[in-house]
């Protein structure tokens, strides 16, 4: 007799899956015209009341550079951050890329149904806030200009950037343009300076490259009669926006305040943070203030 070997099946219980999956962590888009825009709200009921507070990044960043101010403004603001058309997390079908700053801004102001805004645009985000505030005066309760003179319709500005460009630095630049070379230097700056740059690296995506005035910006006229409260950082070691033209910029806004930040390269608001955030915060509840004495005289 031949032995055979009993035979036998392998069960493996498997647990029914539920008929939908819920979704906990879903992404926030803002559909905006061909574009998934990523947007970032801290506050999307508004049960903190006042403006809202809208950052606005560079053009080789994205929305994750402002991991220093987020924690810090949101908890006396509602705080918006957003990557802007193409830039990493905002997916753009159209290719329209930076040529449509201005109007995803608004776009996203109205998707939020925002009332008020304190705006503040870092390099290529002046672009997009300066433009608002000249259309919108009536929404915009302060405008930040950090690094940045909003590439609009002035010729001779223009010209002078070109002239600038063309001059030798009076100091020295590091590996990274959008930061001093002393801050890159320094031992326990190795991680945020690593950080900066995978940020970087990781926002160049393609998207199309602009250059010239921003399309729909204003022009010389628009920008110096306009009636909202502003603020134009600027840093000394600034290699990418040298500091003649923020500083052109604030002489052309009534009633503009300027800051010069020492020792600091075109991002003051990486490289000293804690000085960055209380300036801004300071003007902001400045305005705030100020504008609130106008009403009670009104109602008095």
């Known amino acids: 007799k031949h032995l055979t070997r009993p035979s036998f099946k392998l069960q493996t219980a498997v647990a029914p899956l539920p008929p939908t999956i819920p979704k906990t962590n879903t ?17 999307p009921e508004g049960k903190m009341g006042g403006p809202a507070v809208i950052f606005v990044h560079g053009g080789a960043v994205s929305a994750m550079i402002w991991w220093q101010q987020v924690p810090t403004f949101r908890k006396k603001f509602r705080t918006i951050v957003y990557d802007a058309r193409g830039f990493q997390r905002s997916v753009d079908k159209t290719g329209a890329g930076m040529s449509t700053l201005i109007e995803d801004l608004e776009a996203l102001v109205d998707y939020l149904k925002l009332e008020k805004v304190a705006l503040i645009g870092q390099s290529m985000g002046g672009r997009a806030v300066l433009p608002f505030a000249v259309r919108h005066p009536e929404k915009t309760v302060a405008l930040v200009m950090c690094g940045t003179w909003g590439h609009f319709d002035w010729p ?25 070379k002393q801050y890159q230097a320094r031992e326990e700056n190795a991680d945020a ?9 990781a926002s ?6 602009l250059h010239g ?37 604030a002489k052309i806004i009534p009633g503009a305040e300027m800051v010069n930040f020492p020792g600091v390269g ?29 009403q009670q005289q009104q109602l008095a």
Not at 219 to 238: A, F, G, H, R, W
Request: proline letters at 8%.
């Open 27 to 43: 992404m926030p888009i803002a559909p905006i015209d061909g574009c998934d825009l990523y947007y970032d709200d801290s506050d």
């Open 156 to 180: 001779e500005h223009w010209a002078l950037a070109k002239d600038l460009e063309a001059l030798p630095k009076t100091f020295e630049t590091g590996k990274i343009w959008g930061m001093s």
């Open 193 to 201: 300076v690593y950080l900066f740059d995978q940020i970087k690296w």
């Open 204 to 209: 160049l995506a393609h998207k199309p490259k």
């Open 213 to 249: 005035t921003q399309p729909g910006a204003p022009n010389l006229e628009q920008v110096s009669s306009m009636k909202v409260p502003t603020l134009c950082i600027t840093s000394d070691q600034d290699a990418v926006m040298p500091t003649p033209l923020v500083e052109g910029l």
């Open 266 to 294: 075109h991002s003051a608001y990486y490289e000293i943070p804690g000085k960055f955030n209380e300036t801004i915060i300071s003007f902001i509840e400045k305005q705030q203030q100020q504008q609130q004495q106008q």
